[in-house]
């Protein structure tokens, strides 16, 4: 019996010190990249089927379980291969990117070997380039021909989702000058202002990754009609959904009012025969009576 309590407590002790260890690439990894996470202990005796990963939720500010799942057609896949479980992310994206962990469910596993170290999963990415126009949302993007009356102020700025804050830059082709900065700004515009106006974004960290935008800027003349301008159409476009969505609204409701009469109207009164002919008592639809007399009942 004492060799068994002995036993137990040199476990219990051991099992203590277990440590779990997690590996995974060493340096940032790119967009599109395969990634793979690995969770091993560091004492090969101990099962790592009762270990599983966790990544933290930058939304919930917790840990969480991660399960295998499809995105798309990329499969994120949990697999035990000898004494290892391994993590495999076929295309890396922005998505997958942040703290990792490896935590075991063991009982004889306690705080803080239960889980290892932190891993931070750093993926560098960026995204489409977009423009948007001062004054005007950024939900209807701008046109890839931009036309404008003389003497108009232009202010357009470009924008892309990346991992670290990209360097901007304008350029007019043709010209040989250089503008570091995401937003260009035109003062009434003249002719001279006319032609094509590129925007770039660079990731500071990765070369390949280079983003641009370019857009033609045509300048009317002042007394030019303002549905010719880009802001006319534009209104003229928000004007004509904005009337399509009253005039559906209309004969929808009137639709529905014109059924609601009609079927008001269709109700006729109900058929009782009963108040059409007399019962009579001797006669087939008379009721029970008492009395002998021949006059109708109703």
Known sequence: MKVLVVVAVVALIHGSYATLLIKGPTEPVLEGERITLECQ??????????????????????????????????????????????????RAGKYY?????????????????????????KVHYMGEL??????????????????????????????ASSSEKPNYYWNKNGDDWILPSSTLTLKKVSAADEGQYTCIAEHPSVESFSK?????????????????????????????????????????????????????TSKGPIDDRSQKKPIYKASVESLPSTCGDKQPLV
């Open 41 to 90: 202990y560091s004492d090969s005796e101990f099962n790592i089927s009762q270990v599983h990963f966790e990544i933290f939720s930058q939304y919930i500010k917790r840990w969480r379980p991660v399960w295998e799942r499809s995105w798309c057609y990329d499969w994120m896949q949990i697999e035990q291969t000898g004494d290892s479980l391994v993590l495999s992310i076929p």
């Open 130 to 159: 977009s423009l948007t126009r001062e004054g005007f949302t950024s939900y209807l993007g701008v046109p890839q021909e931009l036309k404008v009356r003389r003497g108009d102020d232009v202010v357009l700025k470009c924008y």
């Open 212 to 264: 641009r935008r370019t857009i033609s800027i045509t300048v009317l003349p002042e007394d030019a009609p303002w549905y010719e301008s880009s802001n006319g159409r534009l209104m003229l476009m928000t004007s004509a959904a904005a009337v399509s969505l009253l005039v559906f609204i209309l004969s929808m409701s009137v639709f529905l009012c014109r059924r609601a009469k009609q079927t008001k």
């Open 97 to 121: 990117e942040g703290p990792y962990r490896c935590v075991s469910d063991a009982e004889n596993v306690t705080s803080p070997d239960n889980s290892s170290d932190v891993f931070a999963l």
